[in-house]
């Protein structure tokens, strides 16, 4: 007999969402990080009301999705026109980045991840944050997949050591980046060779989404923009692609590692 996949507490196993009112209730009162609230289209008011409002209050986006999508969320579980989808770990401040970047001796190492939506690609950044030596990874709120269960599976358990730093404005953060040293290296086209730039100082390698790439606001934001050479048809990588070797050759650099000639 195959398993019920809904829990007692209103959890689907494994894929960390959260359905029905009390369940949704509970984790909020709980203070559970929270990815995003859905709402069944077209209903609203009673409970529903409240815990839509206490969703916006602490920051969590509210969504309407049709009642097939919760369904299918859910696996077929009562919903009861309201799901919630929970982050796998909680996130981190700037500050927990910059303190890392310093027990380490180093100096800090970020990636900035322009609206990717993609849960494999986001993964796949996280796992090569942590494989290159990055300090952090920073994600906009709106406009990109969080800390979903498959982000985390994705990344190989490299979402357990990377520190991730959700903010509400991109532009906003990059300047903050930039008061406290930073230099910002956003990977677009028609930029230096990615290899003939120092990354020797505390930097932030800014990698946009796979359709639209780095936008406009956080684009000027950056100090340099770096390019890889395309050579086929096609005339961009996929944005994991394009990250983990960009952020490879900073942690070359930063080794001491010379290729031969």
């Not at 890392?100 to 190492?109: D, N, Q, T, V």
Request: aromatic letters at 4%; proline letters at 5%; one cysteine or more.
């Amino acid at each position: 007999m195959k398993p019920n996949r809904l829990e007692q507490d209103g959890r689907v196993r494994g894929d960390d969402v959260i359905a029905g009112r009390n369940a949704v209730a509970e984790a909020l009162k709980s203070g559970r990080p929270l990815e995003a609230l859905y709402l069944a289209r077209g209903v609203h008011g009673g409970s529903l009301g409240t815990l839509t409002a206490k969703a916006r209050e602490a920051g969590i986006p509210v969504k309407e999705a049709d009642a097939r999508k919760l369904d299918a969320m859910c696996g077929g579980a009562a919903h009861q026109g309201v799901v919630a989808v929970a982050s796998v770990k909680p996130y981190a401040t700037l500050d927990d980045v910059f303190a890392l970047a310093e027990s380490r001796g180093e100096p800090p190492f970020l990636i900035v991840a322009d609206g990717l939506e993609d849960p494999h690609n986001l993964g796949a950044v996280l796992r090569v944050a942590e494989c290159a030596g990055a300090h952090g990874v920073i994600i906009p709120k709106r406009r990109s997949v969080g800390l979903t269960y498959a982000v985390g599976k994705a990344s190989a358990g490299a979402v357990e050591y990377v520190p991730v730093v959700r903010v509400n404005s991109l532009p906003t953060v990059l300047e903050e980046l930039k008061k406290r040293g930073v230099w910002l290296y956003a990977a677009d086209m028609d930029g230096e060779p990615w290899c003939t730039v120092d990354y020797a100082g505390p930097c932030a390698m800014v990698i946009g989404s796979e359709g639209f790439g780095v936008s406009r606001l956080v684009k000027e934001k950056c100090d340099f923009v770096i390019s890889l050479p395309m050579k086929g048809k096609i005339n961009s990588l996929n944005a994991s692609v394009a990250c983990g070797i960009v952020c490879y050759e900073v942690l070359r650099q930063r080794a001491g590692i010379h290729s031969k000639r």
